[in-house]
């Protein structure tokens, strides 16, 4: 059998939150039949990680890709996650874990928000007279943050006419900063897009953000998208292929 795979995510008080993971993981499970897929949460929605691996252990599984539904590797995919399956190993007997990467950087989440600026009215045409703003939840790890300017970077290769970043905690600029200073430098129409997979507080201060610094274009977040069910798999693939013992825990 192949190894199952537990889709790990941050969590959330909002229940917008835990629907549109589980949106995505269900667009997971359509597109590989076959495979079973789980989710799992650090922090506000059950099942824990804990609990998802025992529930896993008890109908027979011995084998798990632990994906980290996160756009960069910072606190939690460094030291939560671990954590949270390293006491999952030690008290499951050969049960074998193997962490996927984190989903970023790729070229399918650049795809995914690109989807979602098409849906909030944007054309191709209008690529080359928009400025955008890429607006992620923050961090203060700094790899996190390197790792989201170099997105911007690469988002902007692809024809937008300026890429900027912004966060919504922990790092600077804020988002209505980012747009008021797009605006500064004369770019007419500036539109804004999260850089985020589900809604939640840190999502709704990014669009709270756009609004009162007047952006004309809004995106939704990154949710079920379809590029991000394909990345899902990817990674899946990617950590399940690897060789026994790679990236893995073992009891």
Partial sequence: MSPALLV???????PRHAATVHA?????????????????????NTPSVGQALSALYLSGVREVVALPLLLTRAFHAKSDIPAALAESTSRLPGLSVRVADVLGPSPLLL????RRLSEAGLTPADRATTAVVLASAGSTDPEAIAVIAETAREWWRTGWCAVRPAFASAAL???EDAVRALRA???ERVAVAPYVIAPGRLPD???AGADAAG???????LGAAPELARLLLRRYDSSAAAPAGLRALTA
């Fill in 8 to 14: 790990i995510a941050h969590g959330s008080r909002d």
């Fill in 24 to 44: 995505l993981t269900g667009r997971v499970r359509a597109l590989r039949p076959g495979l079973r897929v789980e989710t799992a949460f650090l922090d506000f």
């Fill in 111 to 114: 795809t995914a928000l690109d």
């Fill in 173 to 175: 600029p804020r988002t």
């Fill in 185 to 187: 430098e004369g770019f």
């Fill in 205 to 207: 201060r990014i669009t």
């Fill in 215 to 221: 952006a004309d274009v809004v995106a939704d977040v």
